[in-house]
């Protein structure tokens, strides 16, 4: 009887898939990285270090229902161990340093790409989310499945 399942499909995006304007995805991601309301690209993302406002002073967008959870962590991980491990093995293959030089060196590099690199990814996971119409940014309520 497999013929006879209904999946409904879940579609993010714009007008070509759901009916809804398209918004411009670079543009929003880019605002969030910068710190900025995806929506104007004028307000304010961020009231905190990675707490994000809950709606836009310049064009009341509504930021609170945003859902970037741990992805935005997981991606500076990602990013971090790239240029850290990567730099390490350059720098290792070239050069004779102890255990204690390379500690001094990719210990303090590590903490601080991944400080720095932290607001600028959540923002991005956030305008990407708004882009998308994902998570209460289009207009409908988040719902959880319940199987």
């Given at each position: 009887?497999?013929?006879?399942?209904?999946v409904?499909?879940?579609?993010f995006?714009?007008?070509?898939?759901s009916?809804r304007?398209?918004?411009p995805?670079?543009?929003?991601?880019?605002r969030?990285m910068?710190g900025?309301?995806?929506h104007?690209?004028?307000g304010?993302?961020?009231g905190?270090?990675?707490?994000?406002?809950?709606?836009?002073?310049v064009?009341?967008e509504?930021?609170?229902?945003?859902r970037?959870?741990?992805?935005?962590?997981?991606?500076v991980?990602?990013i971090?161990g790239h240029?850290?491990?990567?730099?390490?093995?350059?720098?290792?293959?070239?050069t004779?340093?102890s255990?204690?030089?390379?500690?001094l060196?990719?210990v303090?590099l590590?903490?601080?790409?991944a400080?720095?690199?932290?607001?600028p990814?959540?923002?991005?996971?956030?305008g990407l989310?708004w882009?998308l119409?994902?998570?209460?940014?289009?207009?409908?309520k988040?719902?959880?499945?319940?199987n």
């Open positions: 009887m497999p013929g006879d399942l209904q409904e499909e879940q579609v995006g714009g007008e070509h898939h009916g304007v398209a918004r995805l670079w543009t929003a991601m880019k969030g910068l900025r309301c995806p104007c690209g004028k304010k993302l961020f905190a270090f990675v707490k994000p406002v809950d709606k836009c002073e064009c009341g509504e930021l609170h229902h945003h970037a959870d741990d992805l935005p962590a997981y991606l991980i990602v971090v240029i850290v491990v990567g730099s390490f093995m350059a720098v290792q293959a070239t004779t340093l255990t204690l030089q390379h500690a060196i990719w303090p590590t903490i601080i790409l400080l720095v690199l932290l607001q990814v959540k923002g991005a996971v956030i989310q882009a119409y994902m998570h209460g940014f289009g207009d409908e988040d719902e959880f499945e319940s």
